[in-house]
């Protein structure tokens, strides 16, 4: 028999335990290759009319693609590499060379890599297409899509993967160097012993994990709260999650062991006893899972939340379809071009005066960084412009008469997570921004007693904007007149690319002219970028961490044959050492599970506490994603592990 043939054997004889590695493998180098051709793809490229750097994303997003491969074929490959150690020895104790058995495990591992790099670019040019149509649906883009075969990404994808490749072939070559031969026959005594559990640690974890949990439920309102709170919430979440697995849940099976009458009901002494034992050797790969599922799920639905909340976004940030600072050199001929798009018809059209003022908010709780508390740049109209510009809006105005000494507040965007009594209730001192000498400006205090959530201005930084009485602003107007805002309304906004580009250069840098289709396609982009990359990075998270669960149980099964073997010959029943075994399975799989979920929902709470997201929702459809592909893991390892110590083969 030569060498080459005895790796085939091997590689055949083994399919079924490196099938799920081998199809992660597939996977991740599928994916990767399609992020290298959608960087270098000539359509995508012309549709992202906004986006800074295509380019850059997609590298960034092929980076952290590469770092997790590298890191899950590492650690897969030490599962595999703790299995065949009596192999190993089997080999060297018959006489073959060191060097023969290295040489042939470095084949092993590089004629299995070569094949899935090869699925997975094979794989990626078949589909390419459709995952470039895929992308450009996410952006409303009707650009026709060929099908293009990619060298540049071929060859960037080859040299990466075959680096990795080769990388985890020369450690399965040192295999046979690095252990003696009796440590190649006692592999699989490692992690027999039951660890040793603290109970301080265990009350530990379940302090850390309800601080951190708490700390998210805080006020984070500033950035030196941002920081800290999100750096505690952090430390706490990853020790916690480490010492739940290390000592939390033993606590909880020794608990268990101490229900007699349901430890010593069937199997389950065997099932409770074996996850006790194997429990030391299973926490880091719990926790590195638990973290990196919470991950992944917050991941993927923040680019869905992004990504659905466009609209609504861009509403806030342009509530009309066109707005801009009048100028007698503009207006006409804006509004012509306005009224020439005839494919967009006309429904509605305003003047809003506004006075650009500076006040002392330091009452307030919402006091914009970067700018003085008392010298705070505000925008203030009267009652009659904002309750025209509503109507013209098509909303209802729930504006209620105002005193001279009275204002309404509109709602300042990212403030969702306040009450209107952070608001209503304050004073603010305010004045003219554009009054001759700060001496001489009249200056006018008033109450705020109503909080507005429609917006009818542009967005800005600060987004502070007061309503006052129509007297007030009459008075105020005259030390220095307001300047106007020349807003329409059109239908299907959305779909006003053209326009709203001519109008953009027809307008100086200060105008402030504002389509509605430029926040709106820009996070139109952002977002159908977000959801296509983090889509796909959390499913090859998803997809490798079951594969390692998956490796992991194998590594185990093989070491327990012999356990159940004697348990067979005691007179215990297949079917009964199937149901321990899926049981044992059931909570290897729930733990990282519940635990993921569990977190990314507070991962998604200080992003929406920070007002990068609105809502977390959408990690309802993430999790079933999750569960889903989870049970596919957990069928599949029921049935190996069942198949290898049960000698059944289902």
Do not use: C
């Not at 109507?391 to 009275?406: K, T």
Request: hydrophobic share 50%; charged share 15%; proline share 2%.
């Amino acid at each position: 028999m030569t060498l080459f043939s005895l790796v085939k054997k091997n590689l055949i004889g083994n399919a079924r335990s490196y099938l799920l590695y081998f199809i992660s493998l597939v996977l991740s180098v599928m994916i990767y290759f399609t992020f290298v051709s959608l960087m270098y793809s000539p359509e995508i490229e012309a549709t992202m009319e906004l986006a800074d750097s295509i380019r850059n994303v997609f590298f960034g997003a092929s980076a952290v693609l590469i770092l997790f491969v590298a890191v899950f074929i590492w650690y897969s490959n030490g599962f595999f590499t703790r299995r065949r150690k009596k192999e190993v020895g089997l080999y060297a104790l018959l006489g073959i060379r060191k060097r023969t058995i290295g040489l042939l495990l470095f084949y092993e591992n590089l004629l299995m890599g070569a094949a899935a790099l090869g699925a997975g670019v094979l794989l990626g040019t078949l589909l390419s297409k459709m995952f470039a149509m895929i992308f450009l649906k996410l952006l409303d883009s009707a650009v026709e899509v060929s099908f293009r075969f990619s060298g540049t990404a071929i060859v960037n994808t080859v040299i990466v993967f075959m680096a990795l490749i080769l990388l985890v072939s020369v450690r399965a070559y040192r295999l046979v160097y690095r252990f003696q031969l009796a440590q190649l026959f006692q592999a699989d005594k490692e992690g027999e012993h039951a660890p040793r559990t603290s109970l301080v640690a265990a009350l530990a974890a379940a302090v850390l994990l309800a601080g951190s949990y708490w700390i998210v439920f805080q006020p984070m309102t500033t950035t030196s709260q941002m920081g800290r709170n999100g750096l505690l919430f952090l430390i706490g979440l990853i020790a916690g999650t480490y010492l739940l697995f290390r000592s939390g849940i033993m606590k909880l099976l020794q608990l268990a062991q101490r229900n007699k009458s349901r430890y010593y009901s069937g199997m389950n002494l065997v099932a409770v006893s074996q996850l006790a034992y194997r429990m030391k050797g299973n926490t880091r790969t719990l926790t590195m899972i638990a973290l990196l599922s919470a991950m992944a799920l917050s991941a993927v639905s923040t680019g869905y939340i992004m990504y659905t909340d466009n609209g609504r976004a861009a509403e806030e940030a342009a509530p009309f379809s066109y707005s801009w600072v009048s100028r007698s050199d503009l207006d006409a001929k804006a509004a012509a071009l306005i009224e020439a798009d005839t494919s967009h018809s006309i429904t509605a059209r305003a003047h809003i005066p506004v006075l650009r003022a500076v006040g002392d908010v330091s009452e307030l709780v919402y006091i914009p960084s970067a700018f003085p508390a008392a010298e705070m740049p505000m925008k203030v109209m009267s009652v009659s412009a904002y309750t025209s510009a509503v109507g013209a809006l098509g909303l209802r105005s729930r504006l209620s008469e105002l005193r001279r000494d009275e204002a309404a507040m509109i709602r300042p965007r990212y403030t969702s997570d306040l009450s209107p009594d952070d608001f209503v209730g304050r004073t603010i001192d305010w004045r003219s921004k554009d009054s001759a000498a700060e001496a001489s400006a009249i200056r006018t205090k008033v109450q705020v007693t109503q909080l507005l959530e429609e917006h009818v201005l542009r967005w800005g930084y600060p987004d502070l904007a007061l309503v006052v009485s129509d007297e007030t602003f009459a008075a105020m107007s005259k030390a220095s007149p307001p300047i106007t805002y020349m807003v329409y309304n059109v239908e299907n906004e959305r779909k006003t690319g053209t326009t709203a580009k001519t109008l953009l250069a027809m307008a100086k840098e200060d105008d402030e002219m504002s389509p509605f289709y430029t926040p709106y396609r820009e996070g139109l982009e952002n977002g159908g970028l977000n959801l296509f990359i983090l889509g796909f990075l959390g499913l090859v998270f998803l997809a490798a961490t079951g594969s390692i669960i998956y490796f992991k149980q194998l590594a185990e099964a093989h070491a327990d044959r012999e356990r159940y073997a004697v348990l067979r010959k005691i007179g215990v029943s297949r079917q009964e050492i199937r149901r321990a075994i899926a049981k044992q399975t059931r909570f290897i799989f729930a733990l990282p599970l519940l635990v993921g979920i569990a977190h990314s929902a507070m991962f998604l709470k200080v992003l929406d506490n920070v007002n990068l997201i609105a809502g977390s929702w959408s990690i309802a459809l993430a999790m079933i994603a999750y569960v889903m592909i989870y049970t596919v893991y957990y069928g599949i390892t029921v049935a190996s592990v069942n198949r290898i110590v049960n000698g059944a083969t289902a």
